[in-house]
């Protein structure tokens, strides 16, 4: 019974913006692409070569498709908490509760707190963080005094499955 999964979570990027930005950047090489190899026409007042325009269309789109499959994926079993970040973590990373000292649910400032979304690294001495929208998130801080930060966009059901395990510790 320790292998059940009492909470589950699946989070993608899904800032508008970003996919706006990413879509842009696309379409402006793929037009490039279509004007000057398929037209005959070239792209701009300096011209890219052939290679050099498919080098970096590709690469646009190789970019867009990483994005996308982005994800943070968060399991909370018995034994402890369960997160990867695909395709950083290609496996779950597990954190056991006797190495948890505090274990909430909390509203962060992604921008002011980490300097982002994504994984980020000990920035402003507020610990790791692994974010991919929103504001809210579970706060661990461990025996070792170091402090990991997993967003999430269920706050409610996150602090009833630690409630319910008796691992909500603040």
């Not at 696309?26 to 325009?53: C, H």
């Not at 070792?144 to 909500?168: S, V, Y």
């Amino acid at each position: 019974m320790d292998n059940e999964i009492l909470f589950s979570e699946r989070q993608r990027f899904k800032q508008w913006w970003v996919w706006i930005i990413l879509i842009g950047i696309n379409a402006l090489f793929l037009f490039g692409v279509y004007k000057q190899l398929i037209n005959g026409q070239q792209f701009g007042d300096k011209p890219m070569s052939a290679t050099g325009l498919l080098l970096t269309a590709g690469l646009t789109v190789l970019i867009t498709l990483l994005f996308a499959s982005f994800r943070l994926d968060t399991i909370i079993k018995k034994d402890g908490i369960y997160v990867r970040f695909f395709p950083f973590h290609l496996s779950f990373k597990k954190y056991t509760w006797n190495t948890i000292s505090k274990s909430f649910v909390r509203q962060y400032a992604a921008i002011s707190e980490y300097g982002g979304w994504g994984i980020r690294f000990n920035l402003f001495g507020n610990g790791k963080a692994y974010n991919v929208s929103g504001n809210k998130g579970l706060q661990l801080e461990f025996n070792n005094n170091e402090k990991l930060l997993i967003g999430t966009c269920k706050p409610a059901e996150l602090t009833q499955t630690l409630n319910t395990l008796g691992q909500l510790k603040q």
